[in-house]
Structure formats: structure tokens, C-alpha cells
């Protein structure tokens, strides 16, 4: 199994010098999109708070978030971290990444992402971005993970938002508290303000 030293400490929990942001979204999504260039420009900004960044690895928005990272973190210590999944299709690391590992399993997966992030940030994706937000929220939910910010970037979000409130909310299926637990942000300033704050409380310990 990979260690990753500069955010693990030798007792298997995240370094309190050390904050990392995972940045889920779809390989689909070309350069020349606003969504692109929302998630490239968030992720320069980490770089330049040496705060590291964990994707997917791959194309599309994951690319975005790692390159943005590399331009960002050219002056600090972050790191860029790609935890790819094997699948039939094959998806192949994008060239922006400081450490790479591949999964068989998207449970493994997942789990390193969930065990290596501070924040999460959920940009626009098809079902291997929502899984990824759920898995993360429920895991949060049920704290099975520390109270982390679930942050929903974009303009995909306020109809799912809105759905929630008033379907499985408003039927009592889940709490307010719980429905609490994500935030939105129309834009990468919106999500960068909430970052710092997560960001100051970590090294507040």
C-alpha cells in the first residue's frame, strides 16, 4: 500500500502541517469550457496556499485541477496526487501529477480519497462524480469521517440542492444538520473563502 509521508504521519493520520483537497469531476469536460477553467483556477490558488490537491488523475476536470495546482504550487511545498481506477475503458494519469496510485476497487479508492482530504470539492460530473459526493457525504454524515466541508461547484448543483430540500428533507429522510453539511459555490472565489476557513480551523488543531 502507498504512504504518502508529507500528508501521513507514521501513525497513520493526516499531518498537522499538512492540508489536502480532493477535487472530483468528469473526464469529459474539454479545456475550452467555464467549468474547466473554474476548477483550473481554484486549484492554482491551493497550490499557492501550499495546500495539496488529490484527483482522479485523469482527464478532463481532473487534469484541470492538477495542472492549475502544478502552475500554483510552483513557489511552495503542495503536492498534486492522482488516485486513478482501473477500468475497462482504459483512463490513462495525466502528466500533472507529483504521486500517482491505481485501484482495482472504487471502495479502496474512495477510501484513500476520504482518509488524504481536509475539504472536498465536487465540480460537474456523470456517476462516478455523484457517487463520489455521496459516498463522501454519508461518510461524513455517519462520522465515519471527521466533520470535513462537501463543497458543490457550479451551476450543476442548486437543482439537486433544491431537490433534496424538498423531497428527502422535507420528508424527514435525513436532518437539516445533515442537508447542513453541503455547501454551495457558484464560483471558485465562493469556494476558496470556504477552503480558508476549513483551512484555519486545521491549523488551529
Not at 454524515?141 to 466541508?149: A, N, R
Not at 450543476?156 to 424527514?172: A, I, V
Amino acid at each position: 500500500m502507498k504512504v504518502y509521508r508529507h500528508i501521513i504521519s507514521k501513525e497513520g493520520k493526516i499531518r498537522k502541517d499538512r492540508f489536502a483537497v480532493a477535487i472530483f469531476g468528469s473526464a469529459r469536460i474539454k479545456n475550452d469550457r467555464p467549468m474547466y477553467k473554474k476548477v483550473y483556477n481554484l486549484a492554482k490558488m491551493l497550490g499557492e496556499r501550499d495546500i495539496d490537491v488529490v484527483t482522479g488523475g485523469g482527464p478532463g476536470l481532473m487534469n484541470a485541477a492538477n495542472s492549475g495546482h502544478k502552475a500554483g504550487s510552483r513557489k511552495t511545498r503542495a503536492h498534486s496526487i492522482g488516485l486513478g481506477i482501473k477500468l475497462p475503458m482504459e483512463q490513462s494519469f495525466n502528466s500533472s501529477l507529483d504521486e500517482k496510485e491505481t485501484f482495482m476497487r472504487f471502495t479502496q479508492r474512495l477510501d484513500k480519497f476520504m482518509l488524504l482530504s481536509n475539504a472536498v470539492v465536487v465540480a460537474s460530473g456523470g456517476v462516478g462524480t455523484l457517487l463520489e459526493l455521496f459516498y463522501t457525504w454519508q461518510l461524513v454524515q455517519v462520522k465515519h469521517k471527521d466533520k470535513i466541508p462537501v463543497i458543490l461547484l457550479g451551476p450543476m448543483w442548486p437543482g439537486l440542492l433544491k431537490w433534496l430540500k424538498e423531497n428527502p428533507l422535507n420528508k424527514g429522510y435525513f436532518d437539516n444538520f445533515d442537508y447542513d453539511m453541503l455547501y454551495y459555490a457558484k464560483t471558485e472565489k465562493e469556494a476558496i473563502d470556504l477552503i480558508d476557513k476549513a483551512y484555519k480551523n486545521f491549523k488551529k488543531g
